[in-house]
Nanobody, 117 residues
Framework: QVQLVESGGGLVQPGGSLRLSCAAS????????MGWYRQAPGKQRELVAS???????NYADSLKGRFTISRDNAKNTVYLQMNSLKPEDTAVYYC???????????WGQGTQVTVSS
C-alpha cells in the first residue's frame, strides 16, 4: 500500500513562506511523476507543480517564481517551497504520485494552507 503524508501547512500572513512536505511510504523512484495540487473552496483542484523521477519540473504559470518543488530521494520526500504567499493561495494542498506502468495514481489526505492577516 502506498501512503503519502503531507505536512507543513498552517496559517501564514501575506508575504510569508511555508514549506510543505510529502513523505511517501517507500521509495519515490517507483513513481514517474510526483506533484502538488491545491483546491480552494468552491473551486476545482488544480496543478501547482510537478517533478519527474528524472528531476524535471513543471509549474502552473501563475505560480512560477514563487513556488519551488524539489525531492529528496534518500528521504522519500517531495517538498513545495512557497514564498511571497497571497490570500488567493489559501487552499488545501494535496500530494500526488503517478506511476505510468502499471498505471496507478495516489493522493495524500491534504494539508490546509491559509494566508491571512
Amino acid at each position: 500500500q502506498v501512503q503519502l503524508v503531507e505536512s507543513g501547512g498552517g496559517l501564514v500572513q501575506p508575504g510569508g513562506s511555508l514549506r510543505l512536505s510529502c513523505a511517501a511510504s517507500g521509495s519515490i523512484f517507483r513513481f514517474n511523476v510526483m506533484g502538488w495540487y491545491r483546491q480552494a473552496p468552491g473551486k476545482q483542484r488544480e496543478l501547482v507543480a510537478s517533478i519527474t523521477s528524472g528531476g524535471s519540473t513543471n509549474y502552473a504559470d501563475s505560480l512560477k517564481g514563487r513556488f519551488t518543488i524539489s525531492r529528496d530521494n534518500a528521504k522519500n520526500t517531495v517538498y513545495l517551497q512557497m514564498n511571497s504567499l497571497k490570500p488567493e493561495d489559501t487552499a488545501v494542498y494535496y500530494c500526488n504520485a503517478v506511476r505510468w506502468y502499471p498505471g496507478a495514481d495516489y493522493w495524500g489526505q491534504g494539508t490546509q494552507v491559509t494566508v491571512s492577516s
